[in-house]
């Protein structure tokens, strides 16, 4: 059951962001790149399995059964692509402060459709 919803929540949060990264407004852009990246840290999240209270590295009893841990490499992938996420949402949200300044509009082509 936990399976299937973490795979309604990838596939919501995906088909939300591309829906926002294809408006013309620059602030829907940017959301919508952030629900992507939200989209694809779960899903690399959920590939070092769905294990809950597993430890998540091997002790010092040497080798063991290895179906019985959780893989931390995808929670330290994780982590890091929330950092760099939010460092490059904002500097997005920096350019796009910018952007309006200079043009006087949010579109993502400067221009008002009228």
Request: proline content about 5%; cysteine-free.
């Amino acid at each position: 059951m936990m399976e299937l919803t973490l795979a309604i929540a990838i596939g919501v949060l995906a088909g939300s962001g591309v829906w926002l990264i294809l408006r013309p407004r620059t602030y829907q852009v940017v959301i919508g790149l952030s629900l992507l990246s939200y989209a694809v840290n779960l899903f690399i999240f959920s590939m070092g399995r769905l294990r809950v209270g597993a430890p998540p590295v091997l002790g010092a009893g040497g080798a063991a059964d290895p179906a019985g841990y959780a893989d931390p490499v995808p929670q330290a992938l994780v982590l890091t692509a929330i950092v760099i996420g939010f460092a490059t949402t904002a500097l997005f949200l920096v350019v796009l402060i910018a952007s309006r300044g200079l043009t006087g509009s949010d579109h993502v082509d400067g221009r008002e459709q009228r």
